[in-house]
T-cell receptor, first 110, second 114 residues
Framework: GIQVEQSPPDLILQEGANSTLRCNFS?????LQWFHQNPWGQLINLFY???GTKQNGRLSATTVATERYSLLYISSSQTTDSGVYFC????????????FGQGTTLQVKP | GAGVSQSPSNKVTEKGKDVELRCDPI?????LYWYRQSLGQGLEFLIY????????KSGLPSDRFSAERTGGSVSTLTIQRTQQEDSAVYLC????????????FGPGTRLLVL
């Protein structure tokens, strides 16, 4: 099945710094979502981005489907950005189910 | 509008007991998914319901796990004869349609099997 790899596994930033999280996937995808899991465990949708670029405030994401990767950019990080960021993909066989990466754990220090 | 809701929030049970976990999807969403998040396995797919189609059960780890969806809305995940390795957070998600749609997740049920 499709493999999803995220990097880096852990990231520590000082408040105000910028960061880039990467998601590589092993096959064509129909769906790619970025999530933020907050300290209470809730998965919060950030982007639905199977291709192209989107921006939402300090966050933006780019997916280059032909090269099988996606990037999540966090600018001017805040302590509330801390948590685990997951990339999840749905393969091109239209199964509906999401395959998750192992996540990037981000800690933003004040 | 209301998001995906799940109950109970937390469940502690003894090994060998049966448990039922409930999911209420977002109103109007035809697709419903169950996932499990555990320390050793990360986030993994369990089962997917789409409209009146037969569910995709390919992620269920054993025949002790089953799920149903009544009236195209509420879903119940049942684990029979629970084992300690079933301890995990069980997450439910829903989407407007099936494939290629944004999935919205509930807060999860934290299951601890003693």
């Amino acid at each position: 099945g499709i493999q999803v790899e995220q990097s880096p596994p852990d990231l520590i930033l000082q408040e105000g710094a910028n960061s880039t999280l990467r998601c590589n996937f092993s096959d064509s995808v129909n769906n790619l979502q970025w999530f933020h899991q907050n300290p209470w465990g809730q998965l919060i949708n950030l982007f639905y981005i199977p291709s192209g670029t989107k921006q939402n405030g300090r966050l933006s994401a780019t997916t280059v489907a032909t090269e099988r990767y996606s990037l999540l950019y966090i600018s001017s990080s805040q302590t509330t950005d801390s948590g685990v960021y997951f990339c999840a993909v749905e393969g091109s066989s239209n199964t509906g189910k999401l395959i998750f990466g192992q996540g990037t754990t981000l800690q933003v220090k004040p | 509008g209301a998001g995906v809701s799940q109950s109970p929030s937390n469940k502690v049970t003894e090994k060998g007991k049966d448990v039922e976990l409930r999911c209420d999807p977002i109103s109007g969403h035809t697709a419903l998914y169950w996932y499990r998040q555990s320390l050793g396995q990360g986030l993994e797919f369990l089962i997917y319901f789409q409209g009146n189609s037969a569910p995709d059960k390919s992620g269920l780890p054993s025949d002790r796990f089953s799920a149903e969806r009544t009236g195209g809305s509420v879903s119940t995940l049942t684990i029979q004869r629970t084992q300690q390795e079933d301890s995990a957070v069980y997450l439910c998600a829903s989407s407007v349609g099936g494939s290629q749609e944004t999935q919205y997740f509930g807060p999860g049920t934290r299951l601890l099997v003693l």
